[in-house]
C-alpha cells in the first residue's frame, strides 16, 4: 500500500531529482507534495491526509475528481481507440466533440480545430488570424492583446501576454512585439485603445482577450460592455476579436456555459481547454466562425490552415470531453456556479476591513482576496496545508476556483482557511501600508 502516514515513497525519492516542475527554483522550491489519489473535490496525500482542493487543478476539475461518468467513458474508449491521427481519418468522439462545441457556442462560431494544450490553442488562433489575411491578400502580422492578459507560455503566446508579469518579462526583446492596451472599461481608455487601433488598425491581424475575467494574470473582472466596445471597435479597423475562454469557459463565471453568451458578443475566433475533458485528459480546442473558416475554403491547397499537432482530436480526451459535455448539460453547472458565488461573496466579506487587504471580488466560481503585497509562497502554501486545503496563490492574490460540484461545508473549509490566512498575513505584514 502506498500513502500511509509517514511511508516512505521510493518513487518520490528517486525521480524529484530529474522531475523538472513548472514556474520552480528548483534549488530553493519546499518539495512538492505527493499526491496517490484523488476524489470528488479532495486530493489524498503520501502522508495520508485528504485535502480540499481550492484550485481544481489549475479550474480543469469543473466536475470534481474521479466522477464516475468521464471514468466509463474513458475506458470504453481505452477498449476501442485510444487514438488515430486525424490526418486523412477521423473518428466518432472528435466528430461527435465538434458538432456539440458547435451547437453550445453561440453564433456562427461552427468550426472546431483540435489541438492537446491551451497554449497550443492559443498558437493557432493567431496563425489562423494571420493566415486569414493572407488568404485575403493582405498582410497583418501584429496582434493587440491587454495589460494583465495570459494567453500562455509558448512564444508567441508569451508575446500577447502582460508584458510587466513576473512570468515572462525575461523574454522581452526575444518574443515579437506587440500592441499592448488597457482593456476599455471607460471611456477614457476607450479612447487610447482607438488612438491605438487608428495607428496600427492596418497592421493587426486580431484583438485577444479573456473575456470578463482575466486569469493568470491577476483574477481580474471586467464587463459585459467593455467586450461590446470591442466588439464594434475590431469591426470600425477589421480586426479579427480572438476570445480566449480557456479559463472562463463551461460555467466557470455562473453566468453562463461560455463569457461570450453571457456578454452577447460572438469573437471571431474562440479558443478552450482547461475544463474541456474536466480535468482528465489535455484537450484544447480553436473554434472558428464562419467568415473566418471561409477564408480558408478554396481550391487552392495552399490556402489550407498549414497546422496539425500530433495529438490533435485524441480519442480518449474526446470521449472525456463527451461526457464532461454530458455532465454540465444534464447537471446544472451554471447554477452551482452561482451558488458558490453566493457563498464566497458572503464568506470572504470579513477579509476586506483587514490591513493589507486591497480587495475582495467575486464572480460565480471565483473568489479572490487581493493583498497589497506579496505574500510568502512557502508560508501560504504551509498555512493553508495545516487548515486541510490546497490553494496556490500567484503573487499577492490569494484566490479559490474550486470544482464547481463543492458542497457548502468543503467550501465554508476553503473559505475559512482563506480568511484565517489573509488576517494571519495582515497581522505580519500588513500594517503600515
Ligand atoms: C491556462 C491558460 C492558457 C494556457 O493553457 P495551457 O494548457 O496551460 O497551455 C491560455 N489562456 C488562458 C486564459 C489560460 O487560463
Redesign the pocket.
Known sequence: MTGTAGEHLAWLEEGQRHLWLPYTQMKTAPRPLPVVSAEGVRLRLGDGRAVVDGVAS??TAAHGYRHPHIEQAVKRQLETLPHVMLGGLVHEQAARLAARLARLLPGDLDHVFFSE????S?EIALKMAVQYWLNRGERRTRFLSFAKG????TFM?MSVCDPDEGMHALFRGVVPEQVIADLPVDADSEARLAALLAAHGHEIAAVIV?PLVQ??GGMKFHDAETLRRLRTMCDRHGALLIF?E??VGFARTGLDLFACAAADVVPDIL?L??ALTGGTL?L?ATVASRKVFEAFWDDDPARALMHGPTYMGNALACAAANASLDLFESEDRIGQARAIGAQLAADLEPARALPGVVDVRVLGGIGVIELTRLGDPAWLKQRFLDLGVWLRPFGNILYTTPPLTIGADDLRQLTKALVTVAGEWSARFGKGE
Do not use: R
Open positions: 489549475w479550474w494544450s491551451g497554449s497550443v492559443v495570459y494567453h500562455g507560455d503566446t479573456e486569469g493568470a480566449d480557456i479559463f479558443t481547454s482547461k489535455p484544447a
